[in-house]
């Protein structure tokens, strides 16, 4: 039998080491020495005079695109948003907007673009473009926020697999509730002409792959899940998504809290510096038009150890400044107490100045897999606060102990028999082991500055909205 065989492919142990595709990007384009080019993206502006015209064409792989220099004739051809072909010459730009600019000698029109095109080119608000989801990745902050999101998740990723993680997937229809908040989505067939249960169980949207990722810990030691999850909390704060990703990391083989704290800073400050380094043009733009401190504080947080203290620490330095001013904070600050967001941001943005670990919260405050301290008051946890963030990360050890979790477990009120398997982990073999969340679009703030989790993933979701 004949085979077709590509021989691109055929190169160091079968990785290909040549480009796939026909057309360069413009961003490749500018950094290559090449003089006749060819280039396809969108028009973002045109600015049609006598002698000469100019237009601005993105392909999405860099922020600013490239300028191009057409004739009058050709210049007619163009409006904003028309997808096109150009042929030309690249040369060096006098302007200081960029260092090359397309001479353009020929142009190719691939996509018309209607007159009642909304993307023109002015300054939109995020509520207006966020109406607009099919095109708002066009304009500058859309586009940014899509390559500083594909950065993050590069840097997460790099991360692990040197850590010697193991990247696996957990399963997005669940019959448990891991958080035990109650907030999901249940699964019904569409077709069924009455309720039926199609898995003959309630079964669920998942709130988070953490206990599927124990599985995992169990036998391979080290690894994370990264994926979307879900949650039907009817909240329409800034800060919250019905659909929104996780990464979700489980270690085997650590005693104490002290490694599950280093991993975590380690993740938080290796992407940050990856971001930067990766997208150092889209995070400038952020800097100018979004957020004047974002540039020093990323630059800060990578470069200073993040602070570490106890929820009792924490309380105490609540209660201090609640003496001082009464009326700072409208949450009690008594220990026992829930951190509210007022709390955290005072803590992370105030107090601190900079990101801080918040560990062993009281045992009621805290679901029934985090392990028990011996103060029997407290569990091995922490969350990590950002500054103008609030929570980014939360994580705990895991409680390996067969009957302490038992225990708990029945003081939950839990189904013994569902969650079996879960003990199971404990009774064959238990070894020691922690991890936590990075809610993925909560990270994207960070990085972005931008006040909004809507505005950092490609298609929201929140309640009563569902669009696309």
């Known amino acids: 039998m004949n085979r077709l065989v590509n021989t691109r492919f055929i190169q160091k142990a079968g990785y290909a080491t040549k480009p796939l595709l026909p057309n360069k990007t413009i961003k490749t384009l500018l950094k290559e020495d090449t003089q006749q080019v060819s280039v396809r993206g969108w028009v ?9 015209s100019f237009a601005t064409v993105n392909d999405g792989s860099t922020l600013k695109g490239i300028q191009a220099i057409l004739n009058e004739k050709d210049a007619q051809l163009l409006t904003t948003g028309t997808c096109v072909e150009l042929q030309g010459s690249l040369i060096k730009s006098p302007g200081k907007e960029q260092t090359k600019e397309l001479q353009v000698n020929g142009i190719k029109v691939l996509g018309e673009c209607d007159s009642t095109y909304p993307l023109q080119k002015k300054r939109h608000t995020n509520e207006f473009l966020r109406s607009i989801g099919h095109l708002r990745m066009r304009g500058n902050t859309g586009s940014a926020v ?3 999101r594909n950065a993050a998740s590069e840097g997460i990723r790099d991360f692990f697999r040197e850590q010697e993680f193991i990247l696996t997937n957990t399963p997005i229809l669940t019959s448990h509730d891991c958080e035990g908040g109650g907030e999901v989505f249940k699964i019904t067939p569409v ?10 169980k309630p079964v669920y949207l998942t709130v988070s792959g953490q206990l599927h990722a124990e599985i995992m810990a169990s036998a391979m030691s080290r690894v994370y899940t990264f994926g979307p999850t879900f ?3 009817e909240s329409l704060t800034s800060r919250h998504l019905a659909e929104f990703w996780m990464l979700e990391a489980e270690m085997a083989f650590i005693d104490d809290m002290a490694p599950l704290l280093d991993v975590t800073e380690g993740s938080v400050q290796q992407t940050t510096r990856y971001v930067m380094d990766q997208c150092s043009e889209d995070l ?12 020093e504080r990323l630059q800060k947080s990578v470069d200073k ?4 203290m106890s929820y009792t620490e924490a309380i105490d330095v609540l ?8 009326n700072k904070f409208r949450y009690p600050t008594t220990w026992g107490s829930s951190l509210q967001s007022e ?10 100045q900079q990101p801080v670990f918040v560990t062993d919260y009281p045992s009621e405050l805290k679901p029934f897999y985090m392990r028990a301290n011996e103060d029997g008051k407290t569990v091995g946890c922490f969350d990590l606060l950002l500054p103008g963030i609030g929570e980014l990360v939360g994580g705990s050890m895991r409680e390996e102990r067969y009957s302490i979790l038992e225990q708990k477990m029945k003081d939950a009120k839990m189904n013994m028999e569902d969650y079996q398997w879960y003990l199971d982990l404990r009774k064959y073999g238990s070894a020691p082991h922690g991890g936590y969340g990075i809610g993925f679009e909560r990270l994207l703030l960070w990085l972005t500055g931008l006040e909004n989790v809507r505005e950092v993933i490609p298609m929201p979701r929140w309640v009563g909205s569902c669009k696309y």
């Open 305 to 308: 150890p993040f602070v570490r």
């Open 284 to 295: 400038a733009f952020f800097n100018q038009w979004v957020d004047k401190s974002l540039l």
């Open 319 to 326: 209660q201090k400044v609640q003496d001082k001013e009464k």
């Open 343 to 352: 709390h955290e941001r005072y803590l992370a943005s105030e107090y601190c």
């Open 146 to 148: 899509l390559r500083v």
């Open 191 to 200: 077709d069924s002409k009455e309720p039926t249960e199609f898995f003959k």
């Open 231 to 233: 949650r039907a909390e």
């Open 44 to 52: 973002r502006s045109v600015r049609k005079q006598k002698q000469v």
